[in-house]
């Protein structure tokens, strides 16, 4: 069974860092792109950051980009973000996912999701 499960979840103050993983398993993803999503409520799923196969090649969405690195493990088959400096708007589900084309990720589009994982930011 394919699974990716995320953790590194939970309540932090603004200004803190926190740093999410998400492991694959029943799967390699070889040849695979990860992203980085999250979900507010009453919100629609917004996409964060996607990394290549490679992990040369990343992508940030404006409203993370300079606050959140991706990056990737394929030996372990994970994937992490790097959050710096989260604020109260930051309060989401944040989940990862797994697509063999990187553009489908940008659209929240993917074959393959995590559970998600909940992160609280207090002011």
């Known amino acids: 069974q394919v699974q990716l499960v995320e953790s590194g979840g939970g309540l932090v103050q603004a200004g803190d860092s926190l740093r999410l993983s998400c492991a694959a398993s029943?799967?390699?993803?070889?040849?695979?792109?990860m992203g980085w999503f999250r979900q507010a409520p009453g919100k629609e799923r917004e996409f964060l950051a996607v990394?290549?196969?490679?992990?040369?090649?990343?992508y940030y969405a404006d409203s993370v980009k300079g606050r959140f690195t991706i990056s990737r493990d394929n030996a372990k088959i994970t994937v992490y973000l790097q959050m710096n400096s989260l604020a109260p708007g930051d309060t989401a589900v944040y989940y990862c996912?797994?697509?063999?084309?990187?553009?489908?990720?940008?659209?929240?589009?993917?074959?393959?999701w995590g559970q998600g994982a909940q992160i609280t930011v207090s002011s």
């Open positions: 029943g799967h390699t993803f070889g040849g695979y792109a």
């Open positions: 996912a797994a697509d063999l084309e990187p553009r489908r990720l940008t659209y929240c589009h993917s074959q393959h």
């Open positions: 990394i290549g196969w490679s992990g040369r090649t990343t």
